[in-house]
């Protein structure tokens, strides 16, 4: 059973950057696209970036341009590059496999908040 530990979060001002960490573990990682999502207060959860198993990135328009997704197998690790946040940004952040399994698992979370 695949799970997922995201860290990286923090309190960031608008135009900040942030890193975030992904870390699987009890999958086959590296043959595996991997997707980080997010879910704003009151929001639903939604696709923010995508890498496939051979590092191609697909992205959400609404981050296209600031927001870089990049992974490490040898580590089982996917990052989130987040630079030029805006308030729209807020939101906890997971990881979880792409396509979404059903029914799908998720870690905890890390929270990004950005506010001035």
């Known amino acids: 059973q695949v799970q997922f530990v995201e860290s990286g979060g923090g309190l960031v001002q608008p135009g900040g950057s942030l890193r975030l960490s992904c870390t699987a573990s009890g999958t086959a990682f590296s043959i595996n696209d991997i997707g980080w999502y997010r879910q704003g207060l009151g929001k639903q959860r939604e696709p923010v970036a995508i890498?496939?198993?051979?590092?191609?990135?697909h992205y959400a328009e609404f981050v296209k341009g600031r927001f870089v997704i990049s992974r490490d197998n040898a580590k089982n690790t996917v990052f989130l590059q987040m630079n030029h946040l805006n308030p729209e940004d807020t939101a906890v952040y997971y990881c979880n496999l792409s396509p979404l399994p059903q029914p799908s698992i998720w870690g905890q979370g890390t929270q990004v908040t950005v506010s001035s």
């Open positions: 890498i496939s198993e051979w590092h191609v990135p």
